[in-house]
């Protein structure tokens, strides 16, 4: 047992580290993270008390992408032992990541139970790191679910705690997000101004993926508003680092879109190689129903063109099938109770405000009287 002491002391030391650092897991290499779990896994059995709850809370957040429901078995434990210990942080980390592991599950109203309770310790705490990584997330629970409007006042606040911060990778950051929140309502012009400024600042820390990721969704912009060849500049760019730094998701979206883009130029054979090439890489990744699902849709839209009704009727028809399982009767259900829970409270919010007002009022013309 003495034996591990020091390596547990070391380790803990390195969390306490990451957390002074204000970094989270989407801030790391991915391969790097999963070192740092095999060990913290090891070392997991022999920590006890106040010094486990860093460690649960850290393999939490690493498991996040990887496994949603490990997140939440080792963030329901450090949640216990925070509120054992009154460790307020700790309380508050345990809380968002038992939200991103729910989320991940697309278990909604888990997700805002946990990440309201931690929104409200981390204002108190006012650490404006964690702050706005709470705000984030909420804002990006809300994007799933469609409310964007609700999602773009998350991600306004998140931005405003960045600014205020002045830390220009997290700004880049939320430019981006509130480029994609606008692009899904519609006004790619606007999106494509924060896409742009959230580029210019990424290119300065040579982050590839997220440079490769923000040309993506320029490219998508320019593909929605009708700039083909502008489309295809911003795309194959994207491409080119995905293929550098062998990010094969974002490469398969990037085909994807392209396979769209040479469709409307009418180069139907290269659009037919990359949705080819796009669907054999989809193959080898995990959770790739969706991908399936879009790429039997824009297949359905080849053989449109090609005027071969019979094969994209074939496939029309995969994609409605594929998009029927994907969102299952049991997801709207989730969705369905989220948005009652979201009108109800904007009705509460309402009627709170009109209520503050009709007391304003009723002062002033006390006060009137009064005089």
Not at 4 to 18: C, E, H, K, Q, V
Not at 33 to 62: C, M
Not at 145 to 167: C, M, V
Request: glycine letters at 4%.
């Amino acid at each position: 047992m003495k034996k591990l002491t020091r390596p547990i002391f070391i380790i803990l030391l390195l969390i306490g580290f990451n957390v002074h650092s204000q970094t989270n897991i989407w801030d790391e290499n991915p391969s790097d993270s999963q070192i740092e779990l095999d060990s913290l896994l090891s070392i997991l059995p022999y920590t006890s008390g106040k010094e486990k709850t860093p460690v649960l809370n850290r393999v939490a957040e690493i498991y996040w992408s990887i496994d949603p429901n490990k997140t939440i078995e080792y963030a329901y434990e450090a949640m216990l032992l925070s509120r054992e210990s009154n460790d307020k942080e700790q309380e508050g980390l345990a809380l968002i990541n038992l939200c991103q592991g729910y989320l991940f599950n697309d278990f909604y109203d888990k997700a805002l139970q946990y990440g309201l309770q931690s929104l409200e310790i981390r204002k108190d705490l006012n650490n404006l790191y964690d702050l706005a990584f709470t705000l984030r997330t909420l804002g990006w629970l809300y994007f799933d679910i469609g409310y964007f409007d609700k999602a773009l006042d998350y991600h306004t606040e998140t931005l405003k705690i960045h600014e205020k911060i002045g830390d220009k990778q997290r700004i880049a950051y939320s430019y981006n997000s509130l480029g994609l929140i606008h692009e899904r309502k519609g006004d790619c012009n606007l999106a494509l101004s924060f896409f742009k400024n959230s580029l210019d600042l990424k290119k300065e820390f040579n982050n590839k993926d997220r440079i490769a990721e923000t040309m993506k969704n320029i490219g998508i912009c320019y593909r929605k508003i009708n700039e083909p060849d502008s489309a295809t500049v911003y795309l194959e760019s994207s491409l080119d680092i995905s293929n550098e730094i062998k990010d094969q998701q974002n490469k398969v979206h990037i085909l994807n879109e392209l396979a769209i883009v040479n469709l409307k130029l009418g180069d139907f054979d290269k659009s037919y190689r990359q949705l080819k090439e796009s669907r054999s890489l989809m193959e080898g990744l995990m959770d790739n129903k969706e991908w399936i699902v879009e790429n039997d849709r824009i297949m359905s839209d080849y053989f449109l063109a090609k005027q071969d009704y019979k094969e994209a009727l074939n496939y029309f028809k995969k994609y409605a099938e594929g998009n029927s399982e994907i969102f299952s009767s049991n997801k709207s259900e989730k969705l369905t109770d989220m948005r009652i829970r979201y009108e109800d409270e904007r009705r509460a919010s309402q009627i709170k405000l009109l209520e503050q007002q009709r007391n304003l009022e009723a002062q002033k013309k006390k006060s009137l009287l009064i005089v």
